[in-house]
């Protein structure tokens, strides 16, 4: 098992950079594939980024690509959501999941484990 607790989010302006951490208490974390989600008022959950177990293999959904990277650090049981040029329409309650059997999948419901979410709200 694993518990899950993202931080960094806040308020930012347009064209402005946040990193995104989750941290995780629990032994097997290097064992599990990460990902991020994010849901916006009113709107469905969305797959933001995911990475492999061990780091090697990454994937962004099409909106953020080119602006979000995600990285994990197993040494400190922690994943990484870097943010930049944020626009207004990032603007979401960011998550990250865990995936006991590490598929590297874009579901939700191939996540076994969320973190509280943390407030992203980017300013036009």
């Known amino acids: 098992q694993v518990q899950l607790v993202e931080s960094g989010g806040g308020l930012v302006q347009a064209g402005g950079s946040l990193r995104l951490s989750c941290a995780a208490a629990?032994?097997?974390?290097?064992?599990?594939?990460m990902a991020w989600f994010r849901q916006a008022p009113g709107k469905d959950s969305e797959f933001i980024a995911g990475?492999?177990?061990?780091?090697?293999?990454?994937y962004n959904t099409h909106s953020v690509k080119g602006r979000f990277t995600i990285s994990r650090d197993n040494a400190k049981n922690t994943v990484y959501l870097q943010m930049n040029s944020l626009k207004p329409e990032d603007t979401a309650v960011y998550y990250c999941?865990?995936?006991?059997?590490?598929?590297?999948?874009?579901?939700?419901?191939?996540?076994?484990?969320w973190g509280q979410g943390t407030q992203v709200t980017v300013s036009s």
């Open positions: 999941a865990a995936d006991s059997k590490a598929r590297f999948g874009r579901r939700r419901d191939e996540y076994d484990y």
């Open positions: 990475i492999s177990w061990s780091g090697a293999r990454t």
């Open positions: 629990g032994r097997t974390f290097r064992d599990y594939a």
